[in-house]
C-alpha cells in the first residue's frame, strides 16, 4: 500500500487557491514528498496550470520521471480537476466532443508518464444531479474506455453521489478500468456513512482520497470534524483495500508544510496498523 499526497500540498498556497497546479516549485516536490516519508505524489492537472503543466510536454513527463527516480517519490495518478471548469455534464455536443478528446489525450500523456489511473471529478460544479446528466456522464465515458483500456490506464469516478445512485452508475460502467474513488472528505461533508457506501459499491473502489470535513461545511484537521475514520479504516479492511491512499488534507501554516505532512502521515499509520 503506496501513501501519498494530493499535489501542491508541500507548498504554499497558490494566489489564495486552496487546491492547484503550482506553477512555480513543482519540481521541489519531489524532495519534500521524500523528506515527509511519502510514496507517491497526486499530480494535478486544471485550467489554472494548463500551460505550463510538465504533464502535458514530453520534455515535461521526462522531467519528471527523472525527479522520480532520483527523489523515490512516484507519480502514480493524475487528479483531473480540469473537468471541474469543463465538465463532462451540462454540455453541447461540440463542447463534449472537445472534452471527450482532451480527457483522451490525458490518457495518452499518463501512459507515456507511467501514471495508472486518472480520478475524474464529479463534484461541485461538475456534479451529477440529474438522470440526464447520469445519462450524459455514462454516454462520455463509454466513448473514452476503450483509449483508457488502451493506455493502460483507469479511471476513478470522484462524485458526491449518495451510496445507492453511484452503486447504479457503476453498475452502468462494469468496464474493468472504471473504478471509484473514495473520499472521507466529501462523504463526511455530505453525511455519507462508509458502511453504507462499502455496502453498495466497495468491490469497485480503486483508490482513496484522505480528508476530514465538518457536516456541510470545510476541510478541518484530520479527527477534528465528521469523517468515521473508524468505520472507514474497518470497511477498507472488510473489502481488502490494498491501493494507494493519498493525504488531501487541511493545510497548515505557510512553510510548515512538511512537518504537517508528517504529522499527518504519522496519524495515517497509526490508523492502518
Known amino acids: 500500500m503506496r501513501l501519498g499526497i494530493m499535489q501542491g500540498r508541500l507548498l504554499p498556497p497558490t494566489a489564495g487557491r486552496f487546491q492547484c497546479f503550482p506553477r512555480e516549485g513543482w519540481e521541489l516536490e519531489f524532495d519534500l514528498a521524500a523528506r515527509a516519508g511519502l510514496d507517491c505524489i497526486e499530480w494535478i492537472f486544471d485550467a489554472h496550470g494548463e500551460d505550463v503543466n510538465p504533464l502535458c510536454s514530453g520534455a515535461g513527463r521526462a522531467r519528471m520521471q527523472q525527479l522520480a527516480a ?21 454540455t453541447g455536443p461540440a463542447a463534449l466532443d472537445a472534452r471527450v478528446a482532451a480527457l483522451a489525450r490525458l490518457l495518452e500523456h499518463c501512459r507515456e508518464l507511467g501514471a495508472t489511473r486518472i480520478v475524474l471529478p464529479f463534484v461541485d460544479a461538475s456534479r451529477i444531479d440529474t438522470p440526464g446528466e447520469a445519462d450524459q456522464a455514462v454516454q462520455a465515458l463509454e466513448r473514452v474506455l476503450p483509449a483508457a483500456e488502451a493506455a493502460g490506464v483507469e479511471i476513478h469516478l470522484e462524485t458526491s453521489l449518495a451510496p445507492g445512485p453511484f452503486k447504479a452508475l457503476l453498475a452502468r460502467l462494469p468496464h474493468p478500468f472504471l473504478k471509484a474513488n473514495y473520499d472521507s472528505g466529501n462523504s463526511s461533508s455530505l453525511g455519507y456513512a462508509p458502511a453504507e457506501e462499502f455496502a453498495a459499491y466497495g468491490g469497485r473502489v480503486g483508490s482513496i482520497h484522505i480528508k476530514d470535513r465538518v457536516l456541510g461545511g470545510g476541510t478541518v484537521p484530520l479527527g477534528t470534524g465528521s469523517a468515521d475514520f473508524d468505520a472507514l479504516f474497518a470497511a477498507l479492511a472488510g473489502v481488502g483495500y490494498r491501493g494507494d491512499i493519498i493525504l ?12 504537517w505532512t508528517r504529522a ?10
Open 248 to 259: 488531501q488534507v487541511a493545510r497548515s501554516e505557510p512553510g510548515d508544510e512538511v512537518a
Open 264 to 273: 499527518n502521515l504519522a496519524w495515517l499509520r497509526s490508523r492502518l496498523a
Open 70 to 90: 532520483a527523489s523515490g517519490v512516484g507519480v502514480h495518478s493524475v487528479c483531473a480537476d480540469w473537468f471541474m471548469d469543463f465538465p463532462l455534464v451540462r
